[in-house]
């Protein structure tokens, strides 16, 4: 489930569904003189409250998120979820406020005590569900609530393709073995190294300066004379160097020093 495509309207519509799910644990009635350590019921003493109200409403606010979240959410009758949703919601809302009109359910009359009135639970649930129906009708019509509900990632600061530790080779400034080289075996005594040719100042119109280079997919490097077959196959994570302009093309020299022609320079990230 994808949480960033959620609206800041669903996440109103979640917020109520919380705010239900705590008003259902108040009671439901007011009795006017009844003392304070007297334990009232709560929404859950009451089956049409219960079903109503608490359940249809967070019912509701979970078919609205679902439906929202998933790439590709199930249909009910060839239907989306959210208009099911939403219709759950407006239902507990209308059910929400008949019980708050008559928190008795008829049985104030019936010679019963005219002094009930709707409990804490039963307004806090009329708030909830009256916020949740409303943001559901209201998300696909007013823009602002539309606005994602998490704002999109900052992307990382770019780094080049498969940077590795100074003084590996490959590296960009660090010291390289002589092109068309190979490193020391294990117990040769080390020789001096040249030092990689460094891309120069700005050269005029025409000229042009080697510079290291990383590709972002394997691409294939071709002999220089334009044989159609593949010299060899340029990676990503390793630096390589560009010594020649050739057109649109970069002549590039690989680690064990094959020179060859690089024809697709698209995307490649300069070290």
């Given amino acids: 489930m994808n949480i960033r495509s959620l609206t800041r309207g669903d996440g109103v519509v979640i917020g109520a569904a919380v705010l239900l799910f705590i008003a259902s644990f ?7 003189g009844l003392p304070d350590s007297y334990d009232l019921p709560s929404l859950w ?13 967070i019912i509701g ?50 010679g019963g ?24 009708v209201a998300t696909p019509l007013v823009p602002a609530l539309q606005t994602p509900l998490l704002p999109a990632p900052t992307p990382p600061a770019p780094q080049p393709y498969g940077a590795q530790p100074s003084g590996g080779y ?15 075996y294990a117990g040769q005594p080390q020789q001096p190294q040249a030092q990689a040719p460094a891309p120069q100042p700005a050269q005029p119109a025409g000229d042009f300066s080697p510079f290291w280079f990383a590709v972002p997919v394997p691409r294939p490097l071709f002999a220089e004379d334009g044989s159609p077959a593949p010299i060899a196959e340029l990676a990503p994570g390793t630096w390589y160097l560009a010594v020649e302009q050739n057109g649109p093309a970069l002549v ?15 995307g490649i990230q300069r070290g």
């Fill in 61 to 110: 606010a979970a078919l609205i998120v679902v439906s929202r979240g998933l790439p590709q959410p199930p249909k009910v009758v060839g239907l989306d979820l959210a208009p099911f949703g939403v219709a759950f919601t407006v239902f507990a809302a209308w059910s929400a406020l008949g019980n708050v009109f008559d928190p008795a359910g008829g049985g104030d009359n019936m």
């Fill in 113 to 136: 005590s005219s002094s009930v009135s709707a409990g804490a639970g039963l307004i806090l649930a009329l708030l909830a569900t009256l916020v949740m129906a409303g943001a559901a």
């Fill in 252 to 266: 590039a020299q690989t680690q064990d020093g094959r020179r060859g022609v690089l024809r697709d320079t698209s």
């Fill in 45 to 57: 003493s009451s089956g049409g409250v219960l079903l109503g109200v608490v359940l249809a409403g």
């Fill in 26 to 32: 108040f009671d439901m009635f007011s009795i006017d």
């Fill in 170 to 184: 490959g590296y960009p400034g660090a010291q390289q073995p002589q092109y068309g080289g190979q490193p020391p």
